[in-house]
């Protein structure tokens, strides 16, 4: 499973990016327009960072217009992945740019119906949001799952990227489904290292050891 990470902040991606599992990166206007002065400059320097897919969304309505800008937005860089809304529009656009070949994330995606829309018109990611689905007192994990089946039945190639993710039961749950990749939230992806048990495992385990050996492990000549 691949690991997007859910920000436009340049620190938090060069520093979830060292740990070396970070794949891609997924933005969107909300979050571009709390870090960019220059959107175009900061997707190119979030695409140099995580070489790996980074969505960058139009905010085009008419369909023509966001081909338009989807093709600015895919010069950026080869990593650019064009983020397209769910909507009428929105498919015929993706149904075009697919066609010719420019990746599409179409994004949005709040039903099992939606979803298959948007992979029958080529979409290469499509994000059903999870979080903003239980927001309204509905199951956004069985929306992923209902939406993993439908991909199964007919053989999609779209990979499903689950987003809109608040804690780390999404994250997992999303794993055991099956989905291809899940964007993290920076503050998520840290939380998926922790665990109380591990550092007060590892804390016992380094004061057994100090209290016998004094030492770290060495080679014999350079003990003292
Ligand atoms: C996905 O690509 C979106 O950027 C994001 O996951 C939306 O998450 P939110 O519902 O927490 O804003």
């Not at 369909?63 to 895919?74: F, G, H, P, R, V």
């Not at 039961?169 to 055991?176: G, L, M, Q």
């Not at 993290?184 to 922790?194: A, D, E, G, S, Y």
């Amino acid at each position: 499973m691949k690991i997007f990470l859910d920000t436009a902040n340049i620190e938090e991606i060069k520093k979830a990016c060292e740990t070396g599992l970070i794949d891609g990166v997924t933005t969107n206007p909300s979050l571009l327009s709390q870090e960019a002065s220059d959107p175009i400059k900061h997707i190119k320097e979030i695409a140099e960072i995580v070489k790996g897919p980074v969505s960058a969304e139009v905010t085009a309505i008419k369909s023509d217009e966001m081909i338009t800008q989807a093709k600015l937005l895919s010069e950026i860089s080869p990593y650019v992945v064009v983020k397209i809304p769910m909507t009428e529009e929105g498919i015929k656009a993706t149904k075009e740019l697919s066609k010719n070949g420019i990746k599409v994330n179409v994004t949005l995606i709040f039903s099992p119906s939606q979803a298959l829309l948007a992979m029958k018109a080529g979409a290469y990611y499509i994000s059903p949001f999870i979080g903003r689905v239980d927001d309204i007192s509905y199951d956004g994990l069985k929306l992923i799952k209902d939406i993993c089946e439908i991909k199964r039945n007919y053989g999609f190639e779209t990979e499903i990227l689950a987003a809109s993710i608040r804690h780390p039961v999404h994250f997992y749950e999303s794993a055991k489904i099956g989905v291809d990749i899940v964007t993290l939230p920076p503050k998520i992806f840290w939380q998926l290292f922790k665990h109380p048990l591990t550092d007060t495992g590892l804390q016992k385990f380094l004061d057994d050891w100090n209290l016998k050996f004094k030492n770290g492990l060495t080679k014999e000549k350079d003990r003292k």
